[in-house]
């Protein structure tokens, strides 16, 4: 892409999965240093699987402040400090409120919006020294509209769009952008898994394609692509905003 993001130094959460993959190797081509964390061990496959890219990698739970911690330091040892976060670590349990329990209402919104909360906490103080920093949050057309069965999560990614407003506000006037992007679909096991959930599983993959108007669902480099766009400074202008990357879903 271009986009000046050489020697950048992100942490990536979430990095393990399909879109966070994409993100780091996006990160990669554009020279970025990375730091890349996920709740799996898996996460350090991902410097054989990108040659040649700076990147470190560390296992955390980024809903515990104490692994939060474990992980900044980290950057910060190897690093020297962090330029940009992008807050993608999630996941989705399929109920309607009267089905959902307590402690899955707890742990989606822990997943989707308090890990955002704290790994954005942990990072700002240092950003708002050097008076510049950047923090993109993997959002969904799940906060923006009511979709069924997805109680817990609509109200998560709901939360986090508030949450990258908020911050926004705040922090403009100390050369911080927050955004979020705002995906459709995706094809990655997070998918993959909610599709095995469903009592019909390739009706559902239809119906769930039907529904964006592009008639498909998003490869993960797409959702990627508007994450490193909105890292750079090719959105030097753009804060507080939810870059909507699904294929016309929310449009109707
Ligand atoms: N796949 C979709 O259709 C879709 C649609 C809209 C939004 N999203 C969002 O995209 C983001 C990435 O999801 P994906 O599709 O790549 O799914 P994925 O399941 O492939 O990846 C998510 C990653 O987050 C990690 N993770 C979950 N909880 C964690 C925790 N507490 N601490 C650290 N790591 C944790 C998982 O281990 C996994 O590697 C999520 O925020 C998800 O809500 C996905």
Redo the contacts with the bound molecule.
């Keep these: 892409m271009g986009t000046s993001l050489t020697g950048t130094r992100v942490v990536v959460?979430?990095s393990?999965?399909?879109?966070?993959r994409a993100v780091v190797k996006g990160l990669v081509a554009e020279g970025a240093r990375i730091c890349a964390?996920?709740?799996?061990s898996s996460v350090a496959k991902l410097v054989d699987d990108n040659p040649g890219g700076d990147i470190i990698t560390i296992e955390?739970?980024?809903?515990k402040a104490t692994d939060v911690e474990r992980i900044y330091r980290f950057a910060e040892e190897k690093f020297g400090g962090v330029d940009a976060l992008v807050s993608?670590?999630?996941?989705?349990i399929s109920k309607q409120v009267h089905e959902t329990t307590e402690k899955e209402w707890d742990s989606v919104l822990?997943?989707?919006s308090k890990?955002f909360f704290l790994m954005s906490k942990r990072v700002l103080p240092e950003m708002l020294v050097r008076g510049a920093g950047c923090i993109v949050a993997?959002?969904?057309?799940?906060g923006v509209l009511g979709l069924p069965a997805q109680a817990a999560y609509c109200a998560s990614?709901g939360a986090l769009l508030q949450l990258v407003r908020q911050m926004a506000v705040d922090y403009a006037g100390n050369g911080i952008r927050v955004n979020a992007v705002g995906?459709?679909?995706?094809n990655?096991?997070?998918?993959q898994r909610?599709l095995d959930g469903l009592p019909d599983p390739a009706a559902g993959m239809a119906e769930i394609k039907a529904a964006h108007p592009m008639g498909r669902?998003a490869e993960?480099h797409e959702?990627a692509d508007a994450i490193i766009f909105l890292l750079s400074s090719k959105a030097s202008f753009i804060t507080g905003q939810m870059l909507m990357v699904d294929g016309g879903y929310s449009a109707r």
Aim: net charge negative; glycine share 20%; hydrophobic share 30%.
């Design positions: 959460t979430g393990a999965g399909g879109v966070g964390t996920d709740i799996t955390g739970d980024v809903t993608n670590a999630g996941y989705i822990d997943a989707n890990s993997t959002g969904s057309i799940s990614k995906p459709g679909s995706i990655t096991p997070f998918l909610y669902w993960p959702i």
